[in-house]
Each structure stands twice: as structure tokens, then as C-alpha cells.
């Protein structure tokens, strides 16, 4: 992935939703103690045993939405550029006509089937499908 300078942070992947984050910091022996996990994940939601930065409920589904919304707009804003730009095809007309279908092909409007044959000299052929 080209990000282009922009940097999305990915440290709340693995989490799916709140309870996982909370989950994630507690610990066996908490657990072991103190026999409850909504007890566990309400002290782990107090940063009690967190080293460094602990996220609210509030923070962590702000932060997700932000993430999600930076990812959305970074896929959204970025044009297409197509494998055909800025090749020389003179030398191959079946070249040429991929590079015609390319955006259509890319955009949903066309769907292209290649159909492949080849003979050995023994006479045997080998053949089959590209579906683009």
C-alpha cells in the first residue's frame, strides 16, 4: 500500500469492538482473581494496569470511525491509473485491444474472456481461459 505520506493507524484493527480492546488488557491472572470478566473489563476500562495510553469507550469509537472514515476516503479519492497507461502496444494488436477494454473492464461496464491454445509439436494441445 501507497499511502503517499498519509499514515492510518492500524493499532485498533484487531478490535472489532470495545469489549475486545478491554478484553486484550486483561490479563489470565486478573481473571483468575478476580472470577468476573465484566468486573475485569470494567477496571481495565479505568486504565488501571495500562502502560501508556488508554482509550475510553467514547475515544475508541471516535478513533475507529476516524480510521474507518481514512481508509474510506484514501480508497475513494485515489484515481485508477490503468496497467495500459504509458506502454508502448504498437508492437501487439491483441496488446492494443486489452488497452481498450481496460477501464470498461475495471469499471464493471465489460467482462473479457481470453481463450488460450497451444499445440506442442507432438500434437498435443493445452488450452484454457482468462477471464478479465
Known amino acids: 500500500d501507497d499511502l503517499e505520506g498519509e499514515y492510518i493507524d492500524t493499532s485498533l484493527d484487531p478490535f472489532p469492538n470495545y469489549d475486545a480492546y478491554l478484553d486484550a488488557h486483561i490479563?489470565?491472572?486478573d481473571l483468575f482473581y478476580l472470577e468476573?470478566?465484566?468486573l475485569a473489563r470494567k477496571l481495565a476500562s479505568l486504565g488501571i494496569q495500562s502502560q501508556g495510553d488508554f482509550l475510553q469507550?467514547?475515544?475508541f469509537e471516535q478513533k475507529k470511525?476516524?480510521?474507518?472514515?481514512a481508509i474510506k476516503n484514501k480508497n475513494s479519492n485515489q484515481p485508477?491509473?490503468?496497467?495500459?497507461?504509458?506502454?508502448n502496444l504498437t508492437h501487439s494488436v491483441f496488446l492494443q485491444e486489452l488497452a481498450k477494454r481496460?477501464?470498461?473492464v475495471?469499471?464493471?461496464k465489460m467482462t473479457t474472456i481470453i481463450f488460450i491454445r497451444y499445440k506442442k509439436k507432438g500434437g498435443n494441445e493445452i488450452s484454457g481461459y482468462i477471464d478479465l
Open 65 to 69: 470511525k476516524e480510521i474507518e472514515e
Open 80 to 87: 485508477k491509473s490503468l496497467a495500459s497507461a504509458g506502454c
Open 57 to 59: 469507550k467514547e475515544e
Open 27 to 29: 490479563s489470565s491472572k
Open 36 to 38: 468476573d470478566v465484566e
Open 106 to 108: 475495471r469499471n464493471g
Open 102 to 104: 481496460e477501464e470498461n
